[in-house]
């Protein structure tokens, strides 16, 4: 079968900051509790501050891209090939240690608030062209299914990382090996993204090449402020329903990715599953949502996104009942975080379907010869971003009520469990697709693009190749 080249090409960047994102998300909860034993206390001030940040670079970073033309944003490509060698690093700040962290204090505090800012402002700069330049490649259906097919192929290859640094640093038990890890995935990120950087191109970036630079579109100088755009895209209905969504979206699986090892380790004991099939577990629930979504796309074809989505967030409601009434034994909890996982990343994955129709939307709506994509993609940010803080704040607050920090410096070579804080592991994990899925299928409900996989568009000069 002959390669879709200007597919991969947008694929690679899926590959390269997978290969990170993958690790980060799962480990840094980890390293920083349980090896770097920063304080509950500074674990909280990092995370409103993180939120705060979070909240604030996104539509800005957002605003910059669609609005000016400096030689760094001057198109999605060179967004992301001058951003991916900074992305590398700010991965790289978070993993080594400042200082002597046996006894926590509060340079692990400062350390690990620095990290999470740098790396997401990096993250949102990379990301956020990524996905204009998803949006901006075609505005067919069909083209937007095939970009999401090759992204989740190269995810599946990317989530591989977290299996790879499980097995090298012998679950995370010899952390000069983890650390290793990291500086390779960190340069293998780096060329990946970079050869997005160097082979796409969309119609846009031509019919700007074409244009009088002394047009306000192409100049440095924005044609309505960043206030009046913001403004524009909030008065909108079906945005605003999807962002409300992406919010419980966002958290459900910031939940997942930050907790489901500490939970499977509170709940499955030692002797009923080897470190090294614990690593292939983990490893399985990173790729198996990618595999889906590769298999399901006729599917996706056929009966579009919403109606996916929102059988995704009916399983997830049926997936907690059947945990609460089943009961902790450890082969329910592996079945309930496998499907968990399934559901919960396989829908995120769809979610650029999603906003790529309100984009499309908004540039009709507005009479506009180019779409603000990256806009409409950073205040999305805006308004769900926050649930990346809120999710592992609300767990680590509830959890250390019943002596989850004093858990985390037992032994781990013997299952010793705590049975109040294995209790309240089991029902936050029940709980929590529960509320949230039940909040989703109200919201979802009220957005009104759901047959844009029937309707014909034209395809964009440089996808349809």
Known sequence: MKLHAPSVAFASTSLGYQLMHAVFNFFYVTVYMERFHVSHEWFQVSQVIFMVWNAINDPLFAYVQDNYRFSIVKSRRHSILYGAPLFALSFLVVWFPWGDYSNGGWLVGVQLTVSLCFYDSLFTFVLLAHCALFTELSTAHEDRVRLV?????ASVIGYTSVYFTNVVSDNMTQFPAFLGA?????????????????????HYDKARSR?????SVVANVPDSSFWQQTAAILRQRNFVTFVLMNFCQTYHSTFLANFT??????LIPADFLTSQARSIFYGTLTM??????????????????FRIIRLSFLVNICTGVSLLCLGRQPWVVMVFFFVESITTYGAYALFNLCLSDVIDEDRKSSSRTHPRSSMIFGTNALITKPAVSLAPMIAVAFLSRFGYQDAEHRNKTTFTPDHDLADAMFYLAAITPIVVGIVQLFVWGKYNIRDSHITIEKYVDGCDT
Do not use: H, K, Q
Not at 261 to 266: G, Y
Not at 293 to 305: D, E, K
């Open 149 to 153: 097919r090759y992204s989740r192929i």
């Open 182 to 202: 990291c500086v390779v995935i960190a340069l293998l990120s780096v060329c990946f993204m970079a050869y997005t950087g160097l082979n796409s191109s969309t």
């Open 211 to 215: 244009v009088d630079p002394n047009d």
């Open 261 to 266: 090892r500490v939970i499977c380790e509170e």
């Open 288 to 305: 198996a949502p990618a595999i889906v979504v590769i298999l399901g796309s006729p599917v996706l074809n056929a009966f579009g996104y």
